[in-house]
């Protein structure tokens, strides 16, 4: 069997920017494939070649066995796509959009309202398919938009950046809802700037870069190219940093001393033994640590590895560490969240 | 370009679940209509809005700027099918703004990754727009009987000037469409906003061009406009008619068309290059 995305030395420029510069990907079907990379690789280009939205300058691109350029339509009756912007009527309610969509899929008028029904129901929206989608909340709006790329059970869907702008609690029911349509063999096309969301959702990942693929593997052999997990730790005194990384009782390279937040940063292999042994050794050697953290690289530490450069100026790096770490903290309620949510789908 | 899009316009078609493409097609074309219809049903004050502004203009120069302006006859009489012209001009605006808001919004995303017949999109904006027109026309003739417009004429001349003024609107329609396609940004509706008054008053809907400067008289007789509103004149009361302008109005928004249906439908199917 053929696989069901294949995307090959595709091509497409904006004016003088090449936004894909030789696109490969393969996506086996029935798999869930993550797309990572920073604003403006080349991510959404790619999803909007794909879905038919647009005409690449150069390469073949089939999805689901169906070329792109010359049979456009029969794609488009195959795919379903969660663009990064909610794809709803504003103006009308859950159910109206819903319906509306069914009937535009040549359902019918009856089966377009069973078929509303039933997606309402599975994404806990039937209390609300009355009300207007701009009353929505954020989680529910976009529930309400995978709902309807899901109205025919597409063979392949598209979701762009699913769950950015989405607080803990939105990206954590959106989560749970991909997670339930793996079983029923949909292939998945996800993409996404946080390397915690392909590694929750996708198989096998790619890592795109200036409209190239860079890197792709499972998320395991992503992390341990890019140095796996990290332990991050919050001295008290910053004067005893070079003292502690002293003491780290694992293979020191690759660590990252910060003065003014008083942290160092190390990468690890095994996490709760790292945990452990870190806690000790400083514990044994006096030095109190204010805070200690697990985390996962972020993106910006795994670009670092793959390309020797990062994906932000100096300036914004602050910034998306800050970010980085109110990740974690998301993701440890995200966890919590998406064992309820996943009781509603 | 326009073979691969045509191509893939009846492939589309094709495609739904092996049912006839004709009934196909409709059947989107419906779901888009009713689409705009729902709209209406959730913003009922707005389509108010856009009903009642018109008989505003009537009344507003029937009683209080207007007034003789160098007619020979009742101005009332010259007035009416003047501002039943521009109120079809001014629908240009409401078709911008719609077609801008849509593209503006993810869904246009949507509809064109989905199966649909294209430019579903378009012919749900066209019957939505057409019957707003045909709601505020019959608005606003009840308002120019009401305030004393006398027509001398026969219900096939009437149906005539209704159906030239509706002629006129769906050239308006086309122009509003591209013009939206071209530039889809929210600035442009701005822009519209402000030329729709200046374009619009260019005409003899309100004063007749004997009041004006002779050039500027000239530019106001080659606006579609002044053509549509002398022949309905023509054909309903006779005060400020002018004989064989009849054609004139038939013609001049069949050419407009002519430039803008085509140029609309390619910029939409183009969308993607």
């Known amino acids: 069997m053929t696989d069901a995305i294949v995307v090959e030395d595709v091509r497409k420029r904006y004016g003088e920017k090449a936004a894909l510069d030789g696109l490969n990907l393969r996506v086996g079907r029935g798999t869930v494939h993550g797309l990572l990379g920073p604003n403006g690789s080349g991510k959404t280009t790619a999803v909007r070649i794909l879905t038919t939205l647009l005409r690449p300058d150069a390469g073949r691109v089939q999805v689901a066995g169906c070329d792109v350029l010359r049979q456009a339509a029969r794609v488009r009756g195959r795919i379903g796509l969660l663009g990064q912007h909610a794809a709803l009527d504003e103006e009308l309610g859950g159910r109206q959009n819903l319906e509306m969509f069914g009937r535009l899929h040549h359902l019918g008028a009856r089966r377009a309202r069973v078929r509303a029904d039933e997606l309402l129901d599975r994404f806990g929206l039937t209390d609300t398919g009355g009300k207007q989608v701009k009353r929505y909340s954020g989680g529910m709006r976009r529930r309400l938009d995978l709902a309807a790329s899901l109205i025919t059970e597409p063979e392949v869907l598209f979701l762009d950046e699913p769950t950015t702008g989405l607080d803990p609690r939105g990206r954590a029911e959106v989560w749970a809802s991909v997670r339930s349509l793996v079983g029923g063999g949909t292939t998945v096309l996800l993409t996404t700037q946080y390397l915690e969301e392909a590694d929750q959702l996708a198989d096998r990942i790619s890592v795109v870069d200036r409209g190239r693929v860079i890197a792709d593997g499972t998320a395991d052999e992503l992390k341990a190219r890019t140095g796996g997990d990290r332990i991050d730790v919050v001295l008290r005194d910053s004067g005893r940093l070079g003292a502690a990384v002293a003491l780290l009782p694992f293979a020191a390279e690759n660590v990252s001393v910060d003065t003014d937040r008083r942290l160092f940063s190390a990468p690890v292999t095994n996490r709760m033994s790292a945990l452990t042994q870190v806690v000790r050794a400083l514990e044994a050697a006096g030095i109190e640590a204010e805070d200690i953290a697990l985390r996962r690289p972020t993106l910006d530490e795994v670009f670092l590895h793959l390309t020797g450069r990062s994906t932000e100026t100096a300036a914004q790096k602050a910034a998306a560490q800050e970010a980085a770490a109110q990740e974690t903290a998301a993701q440890q309620t995200a966890a919590q969240d998406a064992a309820r949510a996943g009781e509603v789908v | ?273």
Request: net charge neutral.
């Open chain 2, 1 to 273: 370009m326009s073979t691969v899009s045509t191509a893939s316009t009846t492939d589309a078609v094709r495609e739904g679940d092996g049912g006839n493409s004709v009934v196909l097609a409709l059947s989107d074309f419906w779901t888009m209509t009713r689409r705009e219809l729902a709209h209406w049903g959730r913003q009922p004050v707005q389509v108010a809005v856009g009903v009642v502004f018109p008989v505003m203009i009537l009344l507003m120069f029937g009683y209080l700027i207007g007034g003789g302006r160098d007619v020979d006859g009742d101005y009332i009489d010259y007035l009416v099918p003047g501002t039943l012209a521009l109120t079809m001009a001014f629908g240009l605006e409401s078709t911008v703004i719609a077609v801008t808001r849509d593209l503006n919004k993810g869904v246009i995303d949507r509809f064109r990754s989905m199966p649909m017949a294209n430019g579903a999109v378009l012919v749900g904006r066209s019957a939505a727009d057409m019957l707003q027109s045909a709601l505020s026309l019959a608005v606003m003739i009840g308002a120019g009987y009401a305030i004393g417009w006398r027509t001398h004429t026969t219900a096939g001349g009437f149906l005539g000037a209704v159906g030239l003024l509706l002629l006129f609107r769906f050239a308006m329609l086309w122009i509003g469409i591209h013009l939206a396609l071209v530039a889809g940004k929210p600035e442009l509706v701005q822009a519209v906003q402000i030329l729709v008054w200046p374009v619009g008053f260019l005409s003899n809907a309100i004063a007749t061009p004997r009041s004006m400067p002779d050039w500027l008289g000239t530019v106001v007789q080659w606006n579609p406009l002044s053509r549509t509103a002398t022949a309905v004149r023509d054909l309903t009361s006779g005060v400020g008619g002018e004989p064989g302008h009849v054609w004139a109005a038939v013609l001049c928004p069949l050419a407009l068309l002519a430039v803008f249906f085509p140029l609309a439908l390619r910029r939409f199917t183009g969308l993607s290059h």
